[in-house]
């Protein structure tokens, strides 16, 4: 089992700064890609970045490409996603997610993801 706890989220004018955090506990050595999703009101969950285990692969989602920045801190079992330039339209419950499966590459599938945190909401006011 994993347990992921998110932090971070909060409300901020548009062109903001953001920085999210992704705190994994329990089986954390099995813990490999990892990534964020977020889901705004009436949408579908889609995807916004990933990291690999060693953070030398990572993927984004290309409205936040240039904004967003998914970096990890294994030593501390966290993840981040730093948000610059924020947009009324980033405006979402941002979830992380762990991936056990794969460590050296990056999915952007929701449903490959295996366990999943509670969601921290990141309203961008314009």
């Known amino acids: 089992q994993v347990q992921l706890v998110e932090s971070g989220g909060g409300l901020v004018q548009a062109g903001g700064s953001l920085r999210l955090s992704c705190a994994a506990s329990?089986?954390?050595?099995?813990?490999?890609?990892m990534g964020w999703f977020r889901q705004a009101p009436g949408k579908e969950r889609e995807f916004v970045a990933a990291?690999?285990?060693?953070?030398?692969?990572?993927s984004y989602t290309d409205s936040v490409k240039g904004r967003f920045t998914i970096s990890r801190d294994n030593a501390k079992n966290t993840v981040y996603l730093q948000m610059n330039s924020l947009k009324p339209e980033d405006t979402a419950v941002y979830y992380c997610?762990?991936?056990?499966?794969?460590?050296?590459?990056?999915?952007?599938?929701?449903?490959?993801?295996?366990?999943w945190g509670q969601g921290t909401q990141v309203t961008v006011s314009s």
């Open positions: 997610a762990a991936d056990l499966t794969r460590k050296f590459k990056v999915t952007t599938t929701a449903g490959e993801y295996d366990y």
């Open positions: 990291i690999s285990w060693g953070a030398s692969i990572t």
């Open positions: 329990g089986r954390t050595s099995s813990t490999y890609a």
